[in-house]
């Protein structure tokens, strides 16, 4: 005798959501490709040695693709949201700080004890103003990304990371020293005179956030059928 397993029936409700869990997964599948693709694509020290994925260690982590999603989601809402001013920049850092000050124990407050690595100080606020004055774009260094994004990822996570992506192509480093291997010793540091030379500045790449917005029109597209 044989054994049939039944298929349990899906009403209208966990059908949509199914479908919007599998268009979800088919987006994000595509930007991660994209962004593998981009590395494939930079040549390594030489035009005949291309770029191994197996270098990128982060990249490659098990954790590597929610990080790299975490990093586009942030850039996007920067974008989307139109935060490109000098003041609206600050008070997404102060509001930072205050959810820091937030975390710390009565006991370390009392003690006086100073708030953890994730905090800005007056001197970093200023030089990310002075930063994006300069370029009249968001950059951060890899310091003050690991600060923002330190809900999400380590702080030395996301540097090292960025580091890869800076490395592959995907990410553009406009300041500070060279993070790319390949460039030439002589790469001198671009940005306001006021703040530190040694602050490695990164903005993504244009084609990071096309793949990232392409990725999802195609959810919403998928959704919709």
Excluded: W
């Excluded at 850039?75 to 930072?96: D, K, N, V, W, Y």
């Excluded at 959810?99 to 030089?127: D, L």
């Amino acid at each position: 005798m044989s054994s049939q397993v039944d298929t349990p029936s899906l009403d209208n409700s966990n059908l949509a959501a199914l479908n919007t869990l599998e268009a979800q997964l088919e987006s994000e599948a595509f930007f991660f490709e994209s962004v593998r693709d981009t590395i494939r694509e930079k040549k390594g020290y030489s035009d005949k040695d291309p770029l191994d994925l197996a270098q990128f260690k982060n990249l490659e982590s098990r954790g590597g693709n929610d990080n790299l999603l975490h990093i586009a989601q942030f850039f996007f809402s920067m974008e989307t949201l139109g935060c490109r001013t000098p003041s609206q920049l600050e008070a997404l850092i102060i509001s930072h700080n205050d959810k820091v000050r937030a975390e710390m124990t009565p006991a370390e407050k009392a003690a006086g004890k100073p708030p953890s690595e994730k905090f800005f100080a007056a001197n970093e606020i200023t030089q990310i103003r002075l930063t994006l004055d300069y370029y009249g774009e968001i950059v951060f260094s890899l310091t003050e990304l690991g600060k923002i994004m330190s809900d999400l990822m380590s702080t030395s996570t996301t540097a090292n990371l960025l580091k890869e992506l800076v490395i592959g192509g995907v990410f553009e480093q406009v300041g500070g020293p060279a993070l790319d291997p390949s460039r030439p010793d002589g790469y001198e540091f671009q940005g306001p005179a006021e703040t530190s030379s040694k602050r490695k500045l990164v903005q993504p790449g244009r084609k990071f956030m096309e793949d990232y917005k392409a990725s999802l029109l195609m959810a919403r597209d998928r959704i919709r059928v």
